[in-house]
């Protein structure tokens, strides 16, 4: 039996992709302990995990990006409440290991300090990133805008000449406050982004082909498991059962990023539908005027509605996203930040549903999306398929044992 430590930032969208992981490792005789958001850990505690809040100064520091509507900007801000999380986040790590007597450490990929206290300590390691991979690649684009795969010589010099563009600012704000907290834990310098990705012996991504873009190119540290999907405890509506029309789940953000726009205008776009619409709204407020073939809620298990759906209006989001496809619902995407252009473009380019920029976001071009995604829900099966093949929670489980465990042995 090993001793786990799982650390994570302060984002629900972060913590709840590991709980299914954490669960078949407690399963299989594990001991597991957490650090993650103030307001979770009792929920932690009642799953059977012993928890702990990480440090408040890492809770703190807010994103701000949704303050700002330009991509670049929006990423620069969140890239910006990494940098200064670090510090406290890399001390908090040090410390949860040494509390914890751990025998391994699951980091996740947003906590960046954490990552470089998990290299300094240099027991047997992961980190978990629960979005696409930022990791630069001959085979795609420039992570960031959302941009489409480029095809022949043409998209190849595209994207080699918006690589140092797209990267390079970022990489001159992240690189230098970043490498004043590895020269502290005396770890020597990155030169890249990328480099940070490759420093942790096994690195859980929760996706897989065909939603994320084929490489030929994956570093060896990478494992592709697929989703890793969970909702909290809560009781299914009887309401549920009732519906008798077709339905269209709609949802927003679990980290505010005033994004409820997007309710309000699915629930004009679909008012005279003959669709039941549902919309969680974690945090964003309620609208005012409701239509009659709608209802919305704080918060659902998705679960329960995705088994009527024909359809999921999202974010963007990775998580609820890939909860649809997982469930062979296809998806209409409204981005409006973080990694949500990357994610939309892979819906779209994997053939599983449709994008619809929120700079364009209106009734009618919503109304048309939604259609247009039912159509796809062939695309959703191919890639709900490809998500069971990868193996989930079980093959993430496995790896942490066969690759970091038993090799340390």
């Known amino acids: 039996m090993a001793r786990v430590l799982a650390y994570t930032s302060p984002a629900k969208g972060h913590l709840f992709p590991l709980i299914p992981i954490l669960d078949e490792l407690a399963g299989r005789g ?59 986040d890399a001390r908090d790590l040090e410390r949860a290991v040494y509390e914890e007597q751990a025998d391994v450490v699951l980091v996740d990929i947003n906590s960046w300090g954490a990552l470089a206290a998990a290299e300094k300590w240099g027991g047997p390691w992961a980190a978990l990133c629960p979005y696409p991979l930022a990791l630069g690649s001959r085979d795609v684009p420039p992570f960031g805008p959302g941009l489409a795969p480029g095809r022949g010589p043409l998209g190849a010099l595209r994207d080699g000449l918006l690589r140092p563009i797209v990267h390079g600012a970022l990489q001159r704000q992240m690189l230098p406050p970043l490498n004043g907290v590895r020269q502290n834990l005396g770890l020597a310098a990155l030169t890249s982004f990328d480099e940070m990705f490759g420093r942790a012996p096994l690195l859980i991504s929760t996706t897989a082909e065909p939603f994320e873009y084929h490489r030929n190119d994956w570093p060896d540290n990478v494992l592709m498991v697929g989703p890793c999907e969970w909702d909290p405890p809560a009781e299914t509506p ?8 077709p339905l269209v789940l709609v949802t927003t953000s679990s980290e505010f990023q005033d994004d ?65 496809l997982a469930h062979g619902v296809p998806v209409c995407a409204v981005p409006f930040g973080r990694d949500q252009p990357e994610v939309a473009r892979r ?39 490809g998500f069971r093949n990868a193996g989930g929670p079980s093959a993430a489980a496995s790896a942490i044992e066969n690759r970091l465990l038993l090799a340390t042995s």
């Not at 505690?45 to 408040?56: C, K, Q, S, T, Y």
């Not at 709204?281 to 919305?296: F, G, Q």
């Open 30 to 88: 594990h001991r597991i302990a957490v650090r993650t958001l103030a307001s979770e850990v009792p929920l932690m505690r009642d799953l059977g995990f012993a928890a702990d809040p990480i440090d408040h100064r890492v809770e703190s520091i807010e994103l701000q990006d949704w303050r700002v509507r330009n991509p670049q900007k929006a990423l620069a801000a969140s890239v910006r409440a990494f940098v200064e999380r670090a510090p406290f």
């Open 238 to 245: 009887d309401w549920i059962s009732d519906l008798d029309r």
């Open 347 to 385: 819906l779209q380019i994997s053939g599983a549903g449709t994008r619809l920029p929120a700079r364009r976001l209106s009734p009618g071009r919503l109304r048309a999306k939604v259609t247009e995604a039912i159509g796809l829900r062939d695309g959703a099966a191919r890639v709900a398929a």
């Open 260 to 324: 409820g726009r997007l309710v309000e205008v699915a629930l004009q776009a679909l008012a005279e539908e003959p669709y039941e619409v549902v919309a969680t709204v974690p945090s964003a407020h309620v609208p005012s005027e409701i239509p009659d073939n709608a209802r919305v809620e704080t918060f659902l298990p998705h679960a329960a509605l995705l088994d009527r759906a024909v359809c999921a209006v999202t974010h963007g989001g990775m998580g609820a996203t890939q909860k649809a």
